[in-house]
């Protein structure tokens, strides 16, 4: 009998040891790829973190702070794997340490252990995109600058800012009407519509939202208040292009330089484009300027004569050849948080976002 429940024991632990699971070390190949989420923030809504690992080595992040701005912080270095399970990364000499588990990174804390708390669960990037992007060409050819949805009740937005608005719901409802001339409240365009005794408030905000369904980031919180209904919140962004132009941009590069300040007496150059007027307005380096533009989902882009304030400057200042690079450029590209402005294919000047 003792030979037998021995037998049984050792059948056990063999059997106990054979069903263990076998965690095999994190490849490069299978760390790669993109992983995003919403971590918390001490004074924000949230920050919508995206990191894609491009390489064996490096990585790009992006940090956007919900309820503040759609500008992107990019922090762009070196990242590797330790102890077969942690993705470390470093960037302008700060690391970070991320768990590899369940296909998800789990950051962890400068001690490089996971982080406790009610918030625990929210330090979690979860492997792809939270939605594929969608394919916007047809409602780009049909003339549509901007989109937007809502969840919880439903509701559907099409901007056409040269021609008209088309606000739709689940119920049927609907307002087709011209486009009315924007105002500003702060950072937010409202759009107001009046259409045969139903109104249509539309608020704008660049601020970043979050589909409460999907997952998906936007760059605009966007809030309709439809027949004196009460505000809903929904999530939208610009499908042209021509309009990803919004803000001000900081010259860091004029024909292969780096934009140096000692180069320019009242700051390195800077041009704010005002999306919905066409307008643009900036500083050359010396003198401010004004004037307009004109742009497109091609990545065509023309300035028209530019009007500058007379100031003097100290000769030795770059405020002519930059001015000259306006005048001669005839397309962009847009990369994240950077505008180049091209002649043809050739790379001019690039900026970054403010």
Request: glycine letters at 8%.
């Amino acid at each position: 009998m003792k030979k037998y429940i021995y037998l049984l024991a050792v059948l056990a632990a063999c059997s106990t040891q054979s069903e263990k699971k076998v965690i095999e070390p994190l490849s490069t190949q299978k760390a790669m790829g993109v992983y995003t989420g919403v971590t918390p923030c001490a004074d924000c809504e949230g920050i919508y973190t995206r990191i894609e690992f491009i390489d064996s080595a490096t990585f790009i992040k992006s940090s956007k702070y919900l309820g503040k701005s759609s500008r992107a912080f990019l922090d762009m270095g070196q990242w590797s794997i330790k102890n077969d399970s942690v993705l470390t990364t470093v960037a302008h000499g700060n690391m970070q340490q991320y768990l590899f588990e369940d296909n998800s990174l789990i950051m962890l804390n400068q001690d490089g252990k996971r982080i406790k708390g009610a918030l625990a669960n929210y330090y979690r990037l979860n492997k792809g995109e939270p939605e594929a992007k969608k394919n916007w060409s047809n409602q780009i050819a049909e003339g549509l600058d901007f989109v937007a949805r809502g969840n919880e009740p439903y509701w559907n937005l099409d901007i056409d800012f040269d021609k008209k608005v088309r606000f739709t719901t689940l119920e049927s409802d609907s307002i087709v009407s011209a486009t009315p001339t924007s105002t500003q409240e702060g950072n937010t365009t409202v759009l107001s519509i009046n259409d045969n005794e139903r109104g249509l408030v539309i608020k704008l905000s660049p601020v970043g939202c979050i589909n409460n369904m999907s997952g998906t980031y936007s760059d605009y919180a966007v809030e309709i208040n439809y027949n004196n209904g009460g505000a809903q919140q929904g999530c939208g962004s610009f499908i042209n292009p021509a309009y990803h132009l919004a803000g001000t941009w900081q010259l860091k590069n004029l024909y292969g330089e780096v934009a140096l300040a000692k180069d320019y007496p009242n700051g390195i150059p800077g041009i704010t484009f005002e999306v919905f007027t066409n307008a643009v307005s900036g500083n050359g380096g010396c003198n401010r300027l004004s004037g307009s533009y004109k742009a497109d989902e091609s990545g065509s882009l023309v300035f028209a004569p530019l009007a500058l304030t007379r100031m003097l400057c100290q000769d030795k200042n770059k405020e002519a050849s930059f001015m000259t690079m306006l005048k001669n450029i005839n397309r962009y590209t847009l990369e994240a948080d950077r505008l180049m402005l091209l002649r043809e294919n050739e790379v001019l000047a690039e900026f970054s976002s403010q």
